[in-house]
C-alpha cells in the first residue's frame, strides 16, 4: 500500500471562541472558562490559520504516514473541537442510581463538589468523591427520578468524575445479576 503524502484536516473556529496554538500547545477561551491540551507526543503540525488578526481555522496536518499515525489527525481534531464544544455550551453527565432493599442517599456537598453516598448496601461507612477540577455535581431530592447530574466544560474530567462515582459504588465478590446497587451513566449530553 501506498504512503499518503499529505493528511489534513481544517477545524473553524466559532467567532465567540479565541483559540491559540504554540508549540503544540492549544488554548481555547470561550464564554464558559478556558482549556488547554498539550499535543507534544504526537508527530503532528499544528498550525492556526489566519485572517487578519483573527484566528479562523486550526490546521492539524501529517506528512508521508502510515495508518496510525493518519488515524491521530482525527482523534486530535475531535479532542479540539470538544474542548470548543465545553467552552461554549459544556457537558452534562446524568447518572443514576439504583437499590434493591436498602435505599442509598446520594447528597451534593461543599457546593457541588464532592458527592457523599449514605447508607450504601446498609454499610456505615460514608462514601466522599471529591470532583476534578472545573466539574460540579447535583442531586435532586425528589426520589422519584433519582439522578445525578454531572457538569463542566471539559469532557475528559466530566467522564472521569463519573467513573469515579461508579467505581466507588460497586460491590464485588457478589452475583452481578442479583446485587445491581449502584451509580451508572444515564446519558450523555451537551449542555445548553
Not at 501529517?62 to 461554549?88: D, E, L, Q, Y
Not at 426520589?143 to 466530566?158: F, H, L, M, Q, S
Request: glycine content about 6%; proline content about 4%; charged content about 25%.
Amino acid at each position: 500500500m501506498v504512503k499518503a503524502i499529505l493528511k489534513q484536516e481544517l477545524i473553524d473556529v466559532p467567532e465567540d471562541v479565541k483559540v491559540s496554538v504554540k508549540s503544540k500547545v492549544v488554548h481555547v477561551e470561550g464564554p464558559k472558562g478556558s482549556l488547554s491540551r498539550s499535543f507534544r507526543q504526537v508527530p503532528i503540525q499544528i498550525s492556526e490559520v489566519r485572517e487578519g488578526n483573527v484566528v479562523k481555522q486550526i490546521s492539524v496536518r501529517i506528512w508521508f504516514a502510515k495508518s496510525k499515525p493518519k488515524a491521530c489527525v482525527n482523534s486530535i481534531c475531535k479532542h479540539i473541537r470538544n474542548m470548543i464544544t465545553g467552552v461554549t455550551k459544556g457537558f452534562k453527565y446524568v447518572m443514576k442510581y439504583g437499590y434493591n432493599i436498602l435505599p442509598m442517599q446520594p447528597v451534593a456537598i461543599d457546593g457541588g463538589k464532592t458527592l457523599q453516598v449514605v447508607n450504601y448496601l446498609g454499610q456505615k461507612y460514608v462514601r466522599k468523591i471529591k470532583c476534578c477540577p472545573g466539574v460540579t455535581v447535583e442531586t435532586n431530592d425528589s426520589d422519584t427520578k433519582k439522578e445525578i447530574i454531572v457538569r463542566g466544560i471539559d469532557p475528559n474530567a466530566v467522564g472521569l468524575t463519573c467513573s469515579l462515582i461508579n467505581q466507588n459504588c460497586t460491590i464485588a465478590n457478589v452475583d452481578r445479576r442479583k446485587f445491581k446497587d449502584g451509580i451508572y451513566i444515564f446519558q450523555r449530553l451537551i449542555d445548553e
